[in-house]
């Protein structure tokens, strides 16, 4: 099967920063007493992938049981990137991710999808000198796998011979969604069909393996 085109997801599969994200969520919700903390910071987990704002919508709506203000909801917003860009802009790199990326670059078109806002992630990769890699950089909104499908569109490519590598629920969903194949990073996925690793040291091979069939 050929090989057409590579998106990635960016927290925790480029970048290391999904505890610090999780850690900026918790420190947003703490004034809100400790039940509502615990309830947000458990439902990101769940979500990755998910824009912050819609998780800031339904800490109100289904935990404060009220919906959140448009300024109540910009502030949310404010002060979580306060607490979360200086430690994402310095994660980590996912171990296997850089090597992947540089071994794929040129071979086939790369993509970042992300429920990161779109500012603020074309900025981190910028500044991480990661852009250069990919033919498009793409943040929320719209959600994942309307972010996918539109990859997908501009790259006119097949889904059956693109991959999506993500390390979430929501990724693997706008993989199926869109009709991609799929690479996991994290147990998560253990025990499901789709390959995954721990980290993304084999998905190099993998790809390979697949570009080959």
């Not at 194949?181 to 084999?202: C, I, V």
Request: charged share 25%.
């Amino acid at each position: 099967m050929p090989l057409s085109c590579i998106v990635f997801d960016c927290d925790g599969v480029i970048l290391e920063s999904v505890n610090v994200k999780t850690e900026a969520f918790a420190r947003v919700a703490e004034p809100f007493g400790c039940e509502v903390r615990d309830r947000l910071v458990a439902y990101h987990l769940e979500n990755g992938g998910v824009s912050r704002y819609k998780k800031f919508e339904w800490m109100f709506r289904e935990v404060l049981g009220r919906e959140i203000s448009s300024d109540e909801l910009n502030e949310l917003g404010r002060r979580y990137a306060e607490y979360a860009f200086e430690g994402v802009l310095n994660a980590q790199l996912v171990p296997g991710a850089y090597d992947a990326i540089t071994a794929w670059h040129g071979c086939v078109p790369m993509y970042v999808c992300s429920g990161a806002p779109h500012e603020e992630l074309t900025h981190i990769l910028h500044e991480r000198g990661l852009s250069r890699f990919f033919a498009g950089i793409y943040g929320s909104p719209p959600g994942k796998s309307e972010l996918l499908a539109k990859v997908v569109k501009l790259a006119d490519v097949d889904p059956a011979t693109t991959v999506m590598v993500g390390d979430s629920k929501t990724d693997l969903r706008a993989a199926e969604d869109v009709g991609t194949l799929f690479y996991g990073r994290g147990d998560t996925f253990a025990g499901g069909t789709h390959p995954w690793g721990d980290d993304l040291t084999g998905l190099s091979a993998w790809l390979e393996t697949l570009a080959a069939d």
